[in-house]
């Protein structure tokens, strides 16, 4: 399985884009890129998932590079509830999670 | 996306004794997941439980410790065994949307504390 590789923790402030990468050097040629968010007390929540280049959906954008080693999620004008951990997994029938970033939005 | 329903949601648990987490999901699925989460740390695999099948268990992880049913296509359920301390954790249940290409969706978990 893919390892993967992301900032232990992001600070931001209400209204600006946060971008998470991560790196994911040994991804298979099967496996897609899903990020995952976290709230204390709940189980993850999908939040985008994608295979190369780029993929847009309501919440987030998740950008993929050519050589697919590494994925940068962007999550547009972050607001006070978007503080959470967000995980990056890479894989096709099962999944690992890392340690995922600590994102905490301040006003 | 699937709808999962975990119960209990949380319990305190004497050392020594079992509990039996059940996970109830609202559409058939093929794949179940059950995950681990320690206070503080991420989430770790412990078993795939497919229906009709013994379960397929992660290195660390035992069928005598964390006994798995899967007796249907909607419903699993996870024993943790002869409880100690250390097994104080949030126990997750998810499930494959709609396939492995598009994300998993994950119950509210199970916070279980042995004292």
């Known amino acids: 399985l893919a390892k993967t590789t992301q900032p232990i923790s992001m600070d931001s402030y209400e209204g600006q884009e946060v971008n998470i990468t991560c790196s994911h050097n040994n991804i298979a040629t099967n496996d897609y890129i899903t990020w995952y968010q976290q709230f204390p007390s709940q189980g993850p929540r999908f939040i985008i998932q994608?295979?190369?280049t780029k993929v847009t959906n309501e919440v987030a954008s998740l950008f993929i590079p050519a050589d697919r080693k590494s994925s940068t999620l962007s999550l547009p004008r972050v607001s006070l509830s978007d503080t959470a951990v967000y995980y990056c997994l890479v894989g096709y029938s099962t999944l690992t999670f890392g340690k995922g970033t600590m994102l905490l939005v301040s006003p | 996306s699937a709808v999962i329903s975990q119960k209990p949601s949380r319990d305190i648990c004497q050392r020594g004794t079992s509990l039996t987490i059940q996970c109830q999901v609202d559409?058939?699925?093929?794949?179940m997941f059950w995950y681990r989460q320690q206070p503080g740390q991420s989430l770790t695999l412990i078993a795939t439980?497919?229906?009709?099948?013994?379960?397929?268990?992660e290195s660390g992880f035992v069928i005598d410790k964390f006994p798995i049913s899967r007796p249907n296509l909607t419903f699993s359920t996870l024993t943790v065994s002869n409880m100690s301390p250390e097994d104080s954790s949030i126990y997750l249940c998810?499930?494959?949307?709609?396939?492995?290409?598009?994300?998993?969706?994950f119950g509210s978990g199970t916070r279980l504390t042995v004292v």
């Open positions: 994608g295979y190369k």
């Open positions: 439980a497919n229906q009709g099948s013994e379960a397929t268990y």
């Open positions: 998810s499930v494959d949307r709609e396939g492995a290409n598009y994300g998993y969706t």
């Open positions: 559409s058939q699925v093929t794949m």
